[in-house]
């Protein structure tokens, strides 16, 4: 299992702690460790539906982040190696 995928709080700048951008990460990071774990347990319920509320939280982000300013969207995408929610 892959640990300390998280974002470090050293890494994010004070002023971007809560940005759009910064909780995508972590939400992705998240979404890492999860699918890690539901490789080895497959039956663990739980876990699953703890991933598509993560899952669909880190969609809203990206949605508003697409509405709100294309270029950041983009680059974030490109960055995390994620496809978009559309």
């Known amino acids: 299992m892959i640990?300390?995928?998280?974002?470090?709080?050293?890494l994010?700048?004070?002023?971007?702690?809560?940005?759009?951008?910064s909780q995508v990460c972590?939400?992705?990071?998240?979404?890492?460790?999860?699918?890690?774990?539901l490789d080895l347990h497959k039956r663990d319920y739980s876990s699953q539906r703890g991933l598509w509320k993560i899952v669909g939280?880190?969609?809203?982000?990206?949605?508003y982040l697409f509405k709100i300013?294309?270029?950041?969207?983009?680059n974030l995408i490109g960055e995390l190696d994620i496809r978009g929610p559309r």
């Open 12 to 21: 994010v700048l004070k002023e971007q702690r809560g940005s759009v951008e």
């Open 26 to 37: 972590y939400l992705t990071s998240r979404v890492k460790k999860l699918t890690e774990h």
């Open 69 to 74: 300013d294309r270029i950041r969207y983009n």
């Open 57 to 63: 939280k880190r969609k809203q982000l990206l949605i």
């Open 3 to 10: 640990k300390n995928l998280s974002v470090h709080p050293s």
